[in-house]
């Protein structure tokens, strides 16, 4: 009996705060953010949930790094954060999308079709370069026959020309 009180105040609370949080949200937005939220279903596996996890929480600490640094993109790491949020946690993936820092960037990004501004997509691509060439280069010296090289080449063309070309761009 005093359990199914609890229970029940517990959920009451939590009401009132999604209530509140929601009343400071523009209606637009809370309805957004339902819809995307209703696209997404977090992994069953635990051990994936855990991964996905930290993998997001670095994206964050990128998107952080964004705020401060001068052509450091922040837009994207929220992206790559929203998508492993996403695969592990609905409470986490909604308090990106709700949160006073990233939460109207990543809005916009939704807002706008999916779609990232020209220079997060040269900065991306660069990236992406870059690690390649430099993975590239290190399995060279190490004495790899050539396998892991093209590999490594193959999936950094597939992934510019995705940027590059199947991600609308932001006019």
């Not at 523009?26 to 930290?54: G, K, Y």
């Not at 790559?80 to 809005?107: D, I």
């Amino acid at each position: 009996m005093v359990s199914l009180a609890t229970s029940e105040s517990v959920a009451s609370v939590k009401s009132t705060i999604t209530d509140e949080k929601k009343e400071l949200l523009p209606l637009e937005d809370t309805e957004l953010i339902e819809e995307i939220l209703a696209e997404h279903q977090p992994s069953s596996n635990p051990i994936s949930r855990s991964i996905w996890v930290m993998i997001g929480s670095l994206f964050v600490a990128f998107a952080v790094i964004g705020v401060f640094l001068p052509g450091w993109p922040t837009t994207s790491w929220l992206v790559a954060a929203a998508y492993c949020y996403a695969r592990s946690s609905r409470r986490m993936f909604k308090w990106l999308l709700t949160n006073r820092l990233f939460g109207n960037a990543l809005l916009d990004y939704y807002r706008a079709g999916k779609a990232l501004p020209l220079h997060s997509k040269i900065f991306i691509c660069g990236f992406i370069a870059l690690v390649s060439g430099l993975s590239i280069w290190a399995l060279t010296r190490a004495g790899d026959p050539g396998f892991g090289q093209t590999t490594i080449a193959i999936v950094a063309i597939i992934g510019v020309w995705w940027v590059g070309w199947k991600v609308p761009t932001i006019e």
